[in-house]
């Protein structure tokens, strides 16, 4: 029958049921028990939270569980799931691309999810606009985009300052801004990267089909479409049109968002294009690096290693990069 949690009241009604000769189903502190069936006394399949202290507060970081359940991580789970879904490449296809000289190289950076609790898209946007900056690409040829309500945000114990570690440098340029997400609907997208400039939309990208385009989204995802501010969607159609319309030589596009290999396979097939994603089309991606300092995780898992790739070997391969 159906049974309560491992609260006392909740437990009283499970003893009455099994007193009046009934099964309850029973519910842990993190998530539903399943007992063997042979003796229904041996718990075979429940969840664990990973916990943390938080202002007098337990904070759930991470939910484990040993039968996959939907809201967590099951180590069993993931490694089934990478053994029959994991992406492979054959290093001797024999399949050789072509494309025209290289001139110039353009980028779009957005932190597409806004407010405090999302704190690590906006951190990771700043940083990877740092690490392009560093590495060669030019002010006037990146365009960010973010709402800019978390460097100056009431709860930030470090005003103007945001941090994708709590011993890494302030990576929060406010001048780097060139529109925030209020400003915005989906369709300026197509515009900023296939240079429609306007009174409105004054800085744009311009590639054309000899440059490169590298595209960094992250925000919050769900199956079909990426957030775009909360009240908006980018929809995986809308966002393969745009691509298909924007001049390019190579566009690799990385995606920090739930359910993001979604928009890879929904784009298959257009030329030169390249997809690398936090997670594949059925799973959700992760929050990294929670700091006690500001109370918020600082990052993303997948965003971090990418990053963190990137510094240690600028000129590491797309293949090793995956």
Known sequence: GKGGSWLPADMSRNFQQLAEGRTPDIYGVSGSWTFDEKTHSSVCGSTFRRWRLYEGQFLTTEYVSTDGSLRSTSAK???DWTASHMQTFNADDDTHLTYPGFDKRWALVIAASKGWANYRFQSDVFAMYQILRQHGYYDDHIVLICEDDVASHANNPHPGELRV???????????AIDYKLNMLTPDDIGDILQGRASDRLPHVLSPDTDDNVFIFWSSHGSPGSMDFGGSQKMTYEHMR???????HRKIFFAIEACYSGGLGDYCQGLPGTLFITAANPYETSHADVWSEDVGVFLSNGFTRGFQEAIDADPA???RDLY
Do not use: F, K, R, V
């Not at 049109?241 to 001049?247: G, K, V, W």
């Open 241 to 247: 049109n745009i691509l298909a319309e924007t001049p």
């Open 77 to 79: 789970a993931m490694w």
């Open 165 to 175: 570690s709590d011993t890494g440098p302030n990576n929060y340029d406010p001048s």
């Open 316 to 318: 590491i391969s797309l």
